[in-house]
């Protein structure tokens, strides 16, 4: 497990640290306000609105039903797909 920063998804402004992108879910509301700075806490609820691997980045968003988050909720891209036939 890598620690990393928690980035507020609208701002860029670090917000939090966490302890491992692993412990967290996109989606995610409950718990995440444990590992964010207090004064931020305040502006929440927060919600985990994307990870980001190689840099070891959380996104979160205190506004979930905004549009620019709706295509990370409802849209995917598959590779290398292995279709198993009889």
């Known amino acids: 497990d890598r620690p ?3 980035v507020d998804a609208a701002t860029g402004e670090i917000i939090g ?3 491992g992108l692993w412990y967290h879910t996109v989606g995610q509301r409950k718990g995440i306000g444990k590992v964010l700075y207090p004064k931020v806490t305040a502006k929440g609820p927060w919600y985990v609105v ?3 691997p190689k840099r070891d980045l959380i996104f979160a968003s205190n506004q979930y039903d905004e549009d620019v988050f709706t295509a990370a909720r409802t849209d995917f891209f598959v590779e290398d797909i292995r ?3 009889d």
């Open 17 to 19: 640290n966490h302890k």
């Open 83 to 85: 279709w198993i036939a």
């Open 4 to 6: 990393g920063s928690i």
């Open 50 to 52: 994307a990870k980001d």
